[in-house]
């Protein structure tokens, strides 16, 4: 059974910052491509960052580059989220995603969320 299992979400400042982490279970980790997203209240789930399988590439949404960072260590099965400089409109839940495509099939799988709130 794959299991991702997100932490390290909370309140916080804004200018402040959080670091997320999603361990992965049920799965070969090292062969998924790794992804965070958020859903703000009343908005669609939208990637923020994304990691390639190997951790050799990353992608990031226009709205977080240079204040946050992927990584990933696939010894530990764990991708990180760090999330510097806040600002109230990233306030959302945000969910780790697993993704691995074969030639007939894709394997994709959720974690349940973690809040991230940045008020003052």
């Known amino acids: 059974q794959v299991q991702l299992v997100e932490s390290g979400g909370g309140l916080v400042q804004p200018g402040g910052s959080l670091r997320l982490s999603c361990a992965a279970s049920?799965?070969?980790?090292?062969?998924?491509?790794m992804s965070w997203y958020r859903q703000a209240p009343g908005r669609e789930r939208d990637l923020v960052a994304a990691?390639?399988?190997?951790?050799?590439?990353?992608n990031y949404a226009d709205s977080v580059k240079g204040r946050f960072t992927i990584s990933r260590d696939n010894a530990k099965n764990t991708v990180y989220l760090q999330m510097n400089s806040l600002k109230p409109e990233d306030t959302a839940v945000y969910y780790c995603?697993?993704?691995?495509?074969?030639?007939?099939?894709?394997?994709?799988?959720w974690g349940q969320g973690t809040q991230v709130t940045v008020s003052s």
């Open positions: 049920g799965l070969t980790f090292s062969m998924y491509a």
């Open positions: 995603h697993a993704d691995r495509r074969s030639l007939i099939k894709v394997y994709d799988y």
């Open positions: 990691i390639t399988s190997a951790g050799g590439s990353t």
